[in-house]
């Protein structure tokens, strides 16, 4: 359809520009055959693509939400919808009597907008960061929201205890023993609204006791350099190899504090091995450095046994965190820390002062979903599904892909695939992009890309390695010379 | 250490139990070469220990905090405060006259302790900061987590756009324009997970920018004060009279910003008056400075005209902030704020990386109880169940303490109660605490106490006011001389 969509709007002349004409007609195709998602994000997406593509100027008056409704055949709610997102991504400006126009700026701020809106243009979610949403047990959360709302005492309707519920507290310390080897009682949990909420505050309580510099992964998880920055400490860089952190490494630095994810590292996928665990340690005992585990995706493993949490060696120099972002979904907002005993009344006030604990309601909805075995269930479910479509990706890249090397493929929820020497990560993601797909780049000492395979179902996995193979292809170095490559990127 | 420990714990022959034989010892060790964190938190810990160890009975009365700071050696306020904290953890309990003693079920619950908790000791709880809990509309709330829970698509599981979901931003912005009269569109909307997590941001924002101190209501809530300190901000107390913040002072200092509570001012009641919003607003223009309105229960009112948000006057300096703990629970973990658009972006940018957003799911469902007008319905509801409440409270207060004035009754969940010139505020806290009843002081020039009404239903005001003036009674400084001022107070 992309053909002839750009053939019918080319007939227009020039952007348009309709303030006093009454209703325009926006010239919008949300029903072409291979258009995908639901009819809002198809009516966003057509919108945002005539509004960057300078066919709606800035300043140009939209419809009203009943007009555009009526002109293309869907009901109100969805334009409002569309408008509304539109509007919160800076794309559209609505003012109360004006109506809703182009935002003024000619190059729109791809904002506030975040992932829902980057997921609608995709054809392929390839991320690492989204476990299957389609998998969410939406009928298990309802009941669990159901049994607390109606049964929480009214004093779990006023403020939280900093720390977090106590329900969920020990729900938490009995699960994270048995399912990961931290030992941690009831109270040395801390619940939180994510990692990064609770990262903020280890780094904010470790900088006020006068830590200075803490060492990341590198390559790793940006959010680690990022909160540390923000709570003005240094970070500092240390390699990662198929072994994980290169522990000697640190022995080198002054820093206060190290950041470090064994289970499964983003984004080599590579494990701690056993000896850097014991080194680590050590390490931290020697210098009185604290380590923070990123335990993020630990549930799921395939092919090896379970390793144990770091956080069970050392449990008075390691700060375990982990959440529900990669168990159930993101959009829980819950996260925990096993803290030091040293550490855990600072990191409750500091919880405290700056209002981060998640709402009490959600808290004992967990735990009633721990309590139930209802998580664990769908964990096994997820390790079911998430290997299927592992083990189909796997397939098809040796078929596809076979010269390429496949690392970290064992646990977690994506792979990293080791590019070929001469070819740029950044142009492998641009054709990528372009493809519809999008990836990670690894950005280690060689050239990888990481690919998130929790949201690609098994029959999508040819398609998406054939899009995939194509843009690796038109990013080697010699790719311009090949009749077929220019086509292939920029559809 | 652990070796000798437990040696000298063996040579006690079982558990203490030394109600009737003075001050018992305790045989802490605090001191051991390999202790960690504060002399608090070890103090804190050797108890919890000893009475998780079953080595401290239930029942067990602990040594004055006197007696127990020269036994270990350290000030009486490390001991004052593991003594809170454990009595928070529900470890120990605090009775008034009769001590503190190990609490009474052999396996205390490990609580996150916290206001739950603290409130079953209370016989009738006149905090000005929770509104009725048991007026939650469970059923509306639970109707509309439902309806999303049911029907969200799955990209609303995925992680949240940093400054909101849009259907919720777009409510605000409506039901703010409607109900307090605040300018914004929805992309000047920024969700957060309370008041206070919205203000750390703003802090820090303004931090980054340069701003080096904040002008804050004195008296006032002390979140103000406590999160700027947070964010590397100073703090200067600027004083409030019976027309609000005196503005005026604010021309002689040297701030960035000033947080004000313009509609009814926490803790004196005052309403910020129309020449002062004006001087305010000229004054932030002047200056470049921002203002912070904490527009923290302005849903309710009685006896005057709704007055209309600050912001509305000036939204390019105002930060209009507000939340659901006083309009349907603290438990909501809901808040918001109506942002200058050169602020937005900053924001939802700290946001983002602080990971604080709430989650999605409660997002959607207070859109929707907005939308469906059931966020009206209960606030109706609560305006007549408030309004009935304080009105008994003041005809109470008219009768049993009639010489004395009341103030800020006009509005709000609470009413502030001047006292006698001679009388201290912490002497009435104290007594007041022995009858049960938690109060919060004004902190003022004149002494003063605030009183809430939410939670005190009409039948118990009588008894309510009467253990309220006995407080009183027994504070004044010629009490002691009463014969029966000793009786009155510890119950």
């Known amino acids: 359809m992309e053909t002839e969509h750009r053939v019918a709007l080319a007939r227009l002349e020039g952007p348009l520009r309709c303030e006093n004409h009454g209703p325009i007609d926006l010239h919008l195709d949300i029903h072409q055959d291979n258009a995908a998602g639901s009819l809002r994000s198809r009516v966003e997406t057509a919108l945002r693509e005539a509004i960057r593509g300078g066919r709606l100027a800035p300043g140009t008056r939209l419809p009203s939400t009943r007009s555009l409704c009526t002109q293309l055949g869907v009901s109100r709610g969805v334009v409002s919808e569309a408008y509304a997102q539109l509007a919160a991504e800076g794309y559209l400006e609505t003012r109360r009597g004006a109506g809703t126009t182009v935002a003024g700026t000619s190059a729109p701020r791809p904002s506030a907008g975040g992932h829902p809106e980057r997921l609608s243009r995709l054809r392929y979610d390839l991320s690492p960061f989204r476990p299957a949403l389609s998998a969410f047990p939406r009928a298990a959360w309802l009941a669990a929201l159901a049994r607390v709302s109606r049964q929480a005492p009214d004093e779990h309707l006023g403020y939280p205890p900093p720390a977090g519920t106590p329900a969920l507290r020990e729900a938490m310390a009995g699960y994270l023993s048995r399912a990961r080897g931290v030992q941690a009682t009831p109270e040395r949990i801390l619940i939180c609204s994510s990692l990064r909420q609770g990262i903020c505050l280890l780094w904010s309580v470790l900088a006020e006791k006068g830590a200075r510099a803490v060492a990341v992964e590198s390559p790793g998880w940006r959010g680690i350099a990022e909160t540390a920055r923000d709570s003005g400490l240094a970070s500092v860089g240390v390699p990662v190899d198929r072994h994980g952190l290169r522990v000697r490494e640190l022995e080198a630095l002054r820093v206060d504090a190290v950041a470090v994810a064994p289970a499964h590292q983003f984004p080599t996928g590579s494990v701690l091995s056993a000896d850097r665990r014991s080194a680590l340690v050590q390490w931290c005992r020697r210098t009185g450095a604290i380590a923070l585990e990123d335990d993020y995706d630990a549930e799921y493993r395939y092919d090896r046994r379970p390793l144990g949490a770091l956080q069970g ?31 855990a009344p600072a990191m409750a006030a500091l919880q405290r002062l700056r209002g981060g604990m998640p709402a009490p309601l959600l808290q004992l909805a967990f735990a009633d979903l721990i309590e139930r075995g209802d998580l664990d269930r769908h964990l096994r479910r997820g390790r079911r599904l998430y290997r299927a479509r592992r083990d189909a990706l796997l397939e098809e890249l040796d078929r596809q892909l076979p010269d390429l090397r496949v690392m970290g493929a064992a ?59 194509r843009s690796i292809g038109s990013a080697r170095p010699d790719a311009s010379a090949r009749p077929d490559a220019g086509q292939n990127v920029t559809p």
């Open 411 to 469: 646990a977690g929820l994506f792979l990293t695939l080791m590019l070929p020497p001469a070819v740029e990560e950044s142009s492998v993601l641009a054709s990528a992009r372009g493809n519809g797909l999008a990836l990670q780049p690894l950005g280690g000492s060689e050239p990888g890309i990481v690919v998130g395979y929790a949201n690609l179902d098994q029959a999508s996995v040819p398609q998406a390695v054939k899009l995939l193979a």
């Open 313 to 343: 060696l050392a449990p008075e120099v390691v700060v375990y965190g982990g959440s529900a972002s990669k168990s159930l979904a993101p959009a829980m907002r819950l996260a925990w820390m096993a803290l030091p005993e040293s550490l």
